[in-house]
């Protein structure tokens, strides 16, 4: 294994473990809003977004023919936050962050749209076998006040796949990461200003603190995942990011005394042989 591939690897569990303190972040902070939360957890991103543009003199410029994109990029990833934290405030940590990974199944139904890829027969198959999965994870009954956290979440991750999507069609236009960043972040952060004004909670100083603590666990995620496919292809590495449920179970369980029950962990394995299959399939095309 070549040392690129290895920092790539280890860059992506980081980001897996960032990624899952932010959700313990999010649910330790309290009875607040889903929007106030987002908030927080994006201007932090922001102002990290637009220290890195000032220090690198890239500068802020944004080609027109390029903000529709930016703006299904940010529409979307708006949506992804809300549905994930909606679903962390509702659910059990390890379910939401599950939820919020069926991402890369939707990614593929959307890069039919946005890059014309057609998805081969395989793929078709594993994004099918991933919705049962998710389906076990999500668990519908009757009653709809329990089932809809988990319906957000469902759509957080479809927002979430829709978004990474648009980010990968402007990386391929050249356009760089920290501008993305700081577009989605301002915009989100406007965005939920009405939401928050329609139900702005007081918060205290420990609330204050554990929801800026969220902002830099998402950024310590943002910069780590660059940095892996910077080091190494996704088709390689992006299995690891699985991980992310290790952790969030892990952290579950010790925070809030979480655990998954049966037939979550059935979805969970389902959705994660899924992505496994991807992954040896795509090494396997590729000799």
């Known amino acids: 294994m070549s040392k690129k591939k290895q920092r790539g690897i280890i860059f992506i569990i980081c980001s897996a473990f960032c990624f899952a303190l932010m959700n313990c972040f999010v ?25 890195v543009l000032l220090k690198s003199g890239m500068g802020f410029k944004y080609r027109v023919k390029d903000v529709p994109l930016y703006l299904v990029r940010s529409v979307m990833g708006t949506v992804g936050i809300l549905g994930n934290f909606y679903a962390i405030d509702h659910m059990n940590v390890a ?13 593929i139904l959307f890069s039919f749209f946005f890059l014309q890829e057609r998805p081969k027969l395989y793929q078709v198959i594993g994004v099918i ?19 809809l956290p988990a319906i957000v979440g ?6 979430a796949g829709c978004a990474y999507t648009a980010v990968r069609a402007l990386g391929e236009r050249g356009v760089k990461g920290p501008h993305i960043v700081l577009f989605f972040s301002a915009f989100s952060c406007i965005a939920v ?44 590495i992006s299995v690891f990011d699985y991980t992310q449920i290790l952790f969030a179970t892990a952290m579950g369980f010790l925070f809030f005394g979480e655990l998954p029950d049966m037939l979550s962990i059935v979805g969970y394995i389902i959705i994660c042989s899924v992505s496994l299959f991807f992954f040896y399939k795509a090494k396997r095309e590729d000799k």
């Open 27 to 51: 649910k330790l902070s309290g009875d607040l809003p889903t929007a106030q939360k987002s908030f927080f957890r994006n201007f932090v991103a922001f102002v990290i977004a637009l220290l």
């Open 193 to 236: 200003l009405p939401l928050i004004a329609m139900d702005i909670k007081p918060m205290s100083v420990t609330q204050v603190i554990i929801l800026l603590l969220a902002g830099v666990a998402a950024a310590g995620g943002q910069f780590s995942v660059t940095a892996a496919y910077t080091n190494a292809p996704a088709k390689e």
């Open 154 to 159: 469902f759509v957080g991750g479809m927002g």
């Open 95 to 107: 379910n939401a962050s599950m939820l919020n990974k069926m991402s890369p199944f939707f990614a």
């Open 129 to 147: 076998v991933a919705f049962v999965g998710a389906l076990f994870v999500m668990q519908p009954s009757a009653d709809f006040g329990e089932t």
